[in-house]
């Protein structure tokens, strides 16, 4: 998720240390992207599960055979075997040196970019901006990002709009169908564990899902706006008018990266060290949701800045200590893709309205 403007790492640790192997970069045909992402990227032979012993020996001789893993937590993290993601026609990447990533969100991502354009004459560029570091690890302005699984993505625009990388969406600007044929693929073919989306956006999206017959009730679980869904996969965050935030799960990388923590905090391939974040407040907010929103705690943080209320000054700049660290994670659970009712069912027709916008 985009920070907001006011943050700002003052020392960006490093989490990964020592001589990692070049990543291999991942080149996929635009024509063969679809078909190799899901699942089939990863330079890892998955055939048997390697014993313990064995990726600890790895670890320590033959990194690089292991492939990518995503280590920690997307705010506390870091990945190995990193790849970045390809240049595409489909697609403009903002910063190809911020987008590394793993294979599987890379491929997941270009899965979803080119169902898009299977469905629509491919005119309209999907822009990129930060995956993550080659090594992970902290990356200025955001929190996550850290471990190879966030991605942020423009909206599609019209392209009589402007189109551009941090355009703000609205319904003068978005282009429904893309947008909506973008999301569509991300929630039904990838692990995606949630799409930031302003609320604005959210409403239009919807709307224009149900004008084109997509079931109701599969809205409701997925979208946050007007739904119950404690657990909604489009959610509502601030910043996110002009882009969004997609977080993957990564099946493998994730597993591989429970499995060969021990041995990479042995060989000293992880670390820890400290910094410090800064963060402008803006008024109304409180010291306990500062704490949360970096997952540290509100004693840390007062005493960082000789706090004796909890009420936070609007316009103050605060410390935040910040541990650029890898955080072991205990298991990785997966949930299954929340799949729309099959076709033929009532209140589905699939009339997909024309592409808005001129150009093409
Ligand atoms: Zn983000």
């Not at 990945?79 to 590394?100: D, F, H």
């Not at 004459?121 to 990356?139: A, D, F, N, T, W």
């Not at 423009?154 to 282009?175: F, V």
């Amino acid at each position: 998720m985009a920070a907001p403007a006011a943050i700002e790492l003052v020392s960006a640790d490093l989490t990964v240390q020592g001589d990692l192997p070049a990543a291999a970069t991942l080149s996929v045909p635009r024509s063969e992207a679809a078909a190799t992402a899901l699942g089939a990227v990863s330079a890892a032979p998955t055939d048997e599960p390697l014993s313990d012993d064995e990726i600890a020996r790895r670890v320590a001789e033959d990194l690089s055979s292991l492939g990518a893993m995503s280590l920690g937590r997307p705010n506390a993290g870091a990945i190995i075997n990193a790849v970045q993601m390809p240049e595409g026609e489909n697609w403009e990447l903002v910063t190809p040196y911020r987008s590394w990533a793993t294979p599987e969100t890379v491929g997941y991502l270009i899965a979803a970019i080119e169902k898009v354009n299977a469905q629509f004459p491919p005119s309209h560029k999907l822009y990129i901006g930060h995956l993550s570091r080659e090594h992970g690890g902290p990356l200025r302005p955001h929190r996550s990002h850290q471990s190879g699984r966030d991605v942020d993505t423009s909206y599609y625009y019209r392209l009589d709009r402007n189109p551009g990388w941090y355009q703000r969406a609205s319904a003068y600007t978005l282009d429904l169908p893309r947008t909506w044929a973008l999301v569509r693929a991300l929630v039904t073919e990838t692990d995606v564990e949630y799409l930031f989306i302003d609320r604005s956006v959210q409403r239009l999206l919807k709307k224009y899902a149900l004008e084109v017959g997509e079931n109701r009730a599969w809205l409701d679980r997925i979208f946050q706006l007007g739904s119950r869904e404690p657990e909604p996969i489009i959610r509502h965050a601030w910043g996110h008018v002009t882009h969004i935030h997609v977080r993957f799960h990564n099946p493998q990388a994730q597993q591989l990266g429970v499995r060969a923590y021990d041995a990479l905090r042995a060989q000293r391939l992880i670390g820890s060290k400290f910094g410090y974040a800064r963060y402008r407040a803006e008024g109304g907010e409180t010291l306990t949701a500062m704490a949360k929103r970096y997952g540290t705690t509100d004693e840390i943080i007062a005493r960082a800045n000789g706090l004796r209320n909890i009420r936070l000054r609007a316009g103050r700049v605060y410390s935040i200590p910040y541990r650029g660290r890898v955080r072991r994670v205990a298991e990785v659970v997966i949930p299954s893709r929340r799949q729309p009712p099959e076709p033929g069912g009532a209140s589905r027709s699939r009339s997909v309205a024309a592409p808005e916008g001129g150009g093409r």
